[in-house]
């Protein structure tokens, strides 16, 4: 006699990490950041920003139910394989379905409808394999009750939005994503599970360096009708420093030591923590990197003389606020995630992200080079400030047995 579907999943452990599935299923994240980067840098307006932070926000939330289902069971046994494929597909055609989000392109089916549908589907299959997983957890069980209504709620407000225009649809996205987010917070932490510390800040940290890895691809595409030249070269190598100063100041220490404290937490603060730390305030540093990434192709664009421009001209309006917002973004979701999890206040990470904002202004006269070359320097300045000042903590960190 068969098992039932329950009795075929296996649940996660504490010392459980990522399996190849997630990172398969990670893939089609790639392209859909890769999307909405796109879309951005073809309207690089106010409203072209709000958009796409509203599209970033539509895929983590996506993205973060999945990671916190296989944190439950394993993702690649059991019934559990097959609706992470099923959900990857729906999210591959959701990605490929971003170009048309908001605006339907003549003939073939209507985008943002198919969006809006491949986004329930996605949803959907979560929810159905919770319940699956979540057996004879009583308490589990129940707040996956208390969660649906969120789900209903803003796919269709999603679907209801694809029907509109302008300020009105960009309105309704945004109550998409304020039931979703909204939604889940007010039911609270209690009944979730979080079952392993060390896999859950493993899928996010993977998470960040796919976001990273978009930043450097935005630098490649910005110039692949480009003919090379040393201006593109330079541009390339600041853009990719950026990226590496952001994913030291992440990886060195802080993932390290947010992992920890999420082990070191029990019950429903690890729970508590996990959400907040993780589900909520992650979010502003893919939201960051992803600003940066349209940025930086703006920038190699510009000093390799795309439509016209020359070195003289500078980086204006959005695309540089995006490029140092996101960045400052970065920096304040680094320092609340820090917070949450240790309860220590990174001065240094605030008022660089305070000093980015200010400096706006005035690198908008400058070439846009410069404006990348200003952003460049004060990034590695702050890593070369914390290596030098916390030296021996971060030996210890980085070496310290932890159990």
Request: aromatic share 10%; proline share 3%; glycine share 8%.
């Amino acid at each position: 006699m068969n098992k039932p579907l329950r009795r075929r999943m296996e649940r996660n452990e504490e010392s459980s990490t990522a399996t190849n599935l997630e990172l398969f299923f990670d893939l089609v994240f790639v392209f859909a950041l890769t999307q909405v980067t796109a879309l951005m840098a073809e309207t690089p307006t106010w409203h072209g920003l709000l958009r796409g932070a509203l599209l970033l926000s539509v895929i983590w939330w996506s993205w973060v139910g999945y990671s916190w289902l296989s944190n439950l069971v394993k993702a690649d046994e059991g019934p559990a394989r097959t609706a992470m494929l099923v959900a990857m597909a729906a999210m591959f055609l959701l990605a490929l379905a971003i170009p048309e989000a908001f605006d339907d392109l003549p003939g073939g089916l209507d985008g943002p409808l198919v969006l809006a549908f491949c986004y329930l589907l996605v949803r959907a299959v979560h929810v159905w394999l919770f319940w699956i997983a979540a057996d004879d957890d009583t308490a589990l069980r129940a707040q996956i009750v208390r969660f649906v209504p969120s789900v209903i709620g803003s796919t269709a407000l999603l679907a209801i939005g694809s029907q509109l225009s302008g300020a009105a649809q960009t309105a309704l996205w945004a109550a998409a994503v304020l039931a979703d987010y909204g939604g889940t917070f007010l039911i609270g932490a209690s009944g979730w599970r979080l079952n392993s510390a060390k896999h859950f800040a493993e899928r996010h940290g993977l998470i960040i360096i796919i976001a990273l890895g978009e930043s450097i691809v935005a630098i490649g595409v910005g110039v692949t009708h480009l003919a090379i030249s040393w201006p593109i070269i330079v541009a390339a190598i600041l853009g990719l420093t950026i990226a590496a100063s952001l994913w030291w100041s992440y990886f060195d220490t802080h993932v390290m030591i947010c992992e920890r404290a999420l082990s070191d937490a029990q019950g429903e603060e690890r729970v508590s923590m996990g959400r907040t730390a993780f589900t909520y305030l992650h979010l502003p540093l893919l939201v960051g990197i992803v600003m940066l990434a349209l940025g930086l192709k703006k920038v190699v664009g510009y000093v390799g003389g795309e439509n016209g421009h020359t070195l003289a001209d500078p980086l204006y309006g959005p695309p540089l606020w995006a490029m140092y917002g996101g960045v400052s973004l970065f920096m304040f979701g680094y320092a609340a995630v820090a917070w949450r999890c240790i309860r220590t206040f990174k001065a240094q990470r605030v008022i660089l992200g305070v000093v980015l904002l200010a400096l706006v202004p005035l690198v908008a006269n400058l070439p846009a080079m410069a404006s990348l070359a200003v952003l460049t320097a004060l990034m590695a300045g702050l890593i070369v400030y914390e290596w030098v000042k916390y030296r021996d903590l971060r030996d210890e960190i980085r070496h310290a047995e932890h159990h």
